[in-house]
């Protein structure tokens, strides 16, 4: 997933993370160390722009400690905004949403089942969608809760409205199952490719709704050695990324047990004065 | 001497007055984000104290609100985001808000951005096209109205005015110039926007330490009006350099809440304490020692 979401950041674009996200700061990283070196990245809400040659290696722990190490700006919330108002058209920005519909409106607020579930909140979600050309969303968990038919609360604009808004927009979607795609047409959610090892059994039982699907569907191209790599051994040797697949008790014990590695690795590693 | 002007007066008090400042029913904005740089020795302080009915702006929120919540002393909350990042849900915030026990009024960034943005700028809203059609701007409730420029549909992002904001910083002189640093989310705007403002600082410098490098303060003391020495006074979010999330804490706190306990955790660290430096002894030297970073 995390080099599919990679393969998404252009040479020169920016790419910014919102809140939490581990599974994109890696994506981030692991792309300006191959294939887009010049881009820039935000991090922790956009507040943190940071510059490296060698990738960073991604921290739950010292996440705000590794950007400001190489830091070369801070700002606050608005003047993020103020980048993404006027360089919309190269901003990489992965969403995780709490559902995600047919016509790729998203939900970070509230779930209807049997009782009204409060989620945390979509934070900028709800800005910032229907703002990029290509709106970048990321599901880690692919089940039928999380694609449903129509969101409980519309936060980030699908393309359903077909207004001005919808002209020209795009949204891509990776899950744990493929590549998705919305834009426009009256099918809504059409698969692009199916991750290897995958059928298509599972990916429609999985989704709550009909996706359109093609005669001959593509595969994901796997990752490169390089790739796995550079995202096992330099970037996330902690396996940080794993997190965002578990939930409940299994992610709380993950959690832990990394914190834990994470402490020792830094109090047996060389560590850099910050600047005061 | 004749010709100093306001700002560059002796701000200083001790938390208890700083805490008593604030009134029942006030409308409190908090600064940090989720799990970085919250205000909690000045939460932890109101919280003794007793204040009743607060009505809180928290532009992303964690610990913070939910223990104000386990409290019973919010009235009403507005965010754009509430939960403890990597750990997950704030099981005060949503069970309140599940049961309709506390006002919610779900933001968005930007919602609360142009909200305090209009202030900055002396205006009554701010207008823009964002978030029209979505549910969010529903639950707002904001007007709409046709531009008298264009005659396209824009939003009234209304003005947004705290009472009090809440900030916890690195560094302050005595007078309230700071230095806010690492993530900033919407602090210098709750300083300039809100009626008073309120800073619990790691340090408090000399006024003379800033004089001749004016690029360090971010927050000029025109916009506060009292400070207070608070180390560790963040805990258990983040105040970088000096010390990481205290995940191991909040990780404790969430396992009261889910046994049902959050009364528990409150009697033993808040109001069982009379001292925010009693906490902190209470959380232990040895888990201070695994947050604090070299160098800070």
């Known amino acids: 997933m995390i080099v599919c979401m990679a393969r998404e950041v ?41 510059y490296f040659d060698e990738p960073p290696q991604a921290s739950i722990l010292y996440n705000e400690y590794r950007a400001m190490e190489h830091a070369v700006h801070i700002c606050g919330q608005n003047e993020v905004y103020e980048t993404i108002f006027k360089r919309a058209g190269s901003i990489v920005e992965f969403f995780r949403p709490g559902q995600i519909d047919k016509f790729g409106n998203t939900n970070n607020s509230i779930v209807k089942t049997e009782r009204t579930v409060r989620l945390p909140g979509g934070f900028g979600i709800p800005d910032a969608s229907p703002l990029y050309r290509k709106t970048l969303i990321y599901c880690p968990r692919h089940d039928r809760r999380v694609f449903v038919e129509k969101v409980d609360h519309i936060g980030g604009l699908g393309l359903n409205s077909g207004g001005a808004e919808s002209a020209g927009r795009e949204i891509r979607i990776i899950s744990e199952l493929g590549v998705f795609r919305v834009d426009g047409g009256s099918e809504g959610m059409r698969l692009m490719s199916l991750h290897p090892g995958v059928d298509v059994e599972s990916l429609v039982s999985n989704t709550g709704f009909e996706l359109s699907i093609p005669e001959n569907i593509p595969e994901t191209p796997p990752p490169t050695g390089l790739e796995l790599r550079l995202i096992r051994e330099k970037i996330d040797p902690l396996n940080i990324r794993r997190l965002e697949f578990l939930s409940g008790d299994d992610r709380l014990e993950a959690l832990k047990k990394m914190l834990d590695e994470e402490l020792q690795m830094w109090r047996s590693s060389r560590v850099k004065q910050p600047k005061i | 001497m004749s010709g100093w002007c306001e700002c560059l007066r002796g701000k200083r008090v001790s938390l208890r007055e700083a805490c008593e400042s604030i009134s029942d029913g006030d409308f409190l904005a908090i600064g940090g984000l989720t799990i970085h740089r919250k205000p909690m020795s000045m939460l932890h302080e109101l919280i003794r104290l007793g204040r009743r009915s607060l009505r809180l702006l928290v532009f992303g929120g964690g610990p913070d609100v939910d223990l104000l919540i386990a409290s019973g002393m919010v009235e009403s909350l507005d965010a754009a985001y509430v939960g403890f990042e990597i750990l997950g849900f704030a099981p005060n915030f949503r069970s309140a808000v599940e049961r309709g026990e506390i006002r919610f009024t779900e933001h968005t960034e930007y919602s609360i951005m142009a909200g305090l943005q209009a202030n900055l700028l002396n205006a009554e809203f701010i207008p823009s096209r964002l978030l029209l059609g979505t549910d969010v701007l529903k639950g707002l409730g904001y007007k709409t109205f046709r531009s008298p420029l264009t005659g396209e549909v824009l939003v009234a992002y209304p003005r947004i005015t705290a009472d009090v904001a809440l900030l916890h910083v690195q560094r302050c002189d005595e007078y309230g110039n700071a230095r806010v640093d690492g993530v900033l989310a919407v602090d210098l705007l709750l300083a300039k926007s ?87 002894d209470l959380v232990g030297e040895d888990s201070l020692s695994r947050i604090m970073v070299e160098g800070g």
């Open chain 1, 10 to 50: 252009g040479s020169k674009d920016i790419m910014a993370q919102g809140l939490t996200t581990p599974m994109a700061i890696i994506a981030y990283y692991l792309a300006k160390a191959t294939h887009a070196p010049e881009a820039s990245i935000m991090q922790l809400a956009g507040n943190i722009m940071v």
């Open chain 2, 194 to 280: 809100s009626r008073r403002v309120i800073v619990t600082a790691e340090k408090i410098v000399s006024a003379g330490d800033f004089a001749g490098s004016p690029a360090e303060i971010n927050l000029p003391s025109t916009f506060v009006d009292m400070v207070v020495e608070s180390p560790l006074g963040a805990h258990p979010t983040s105040c970088y350099p000096y010390y990481t999330y205290d995940l191991w804490h909040m990780i404790s706190y969430l396992e009261y809440c889910r046994r049902g306990m959050v009364d528990d955790y409150l009697r033993k660290y808040v109001t069982g304490v009379e001292s925010f430096e009693s906490y902190l």
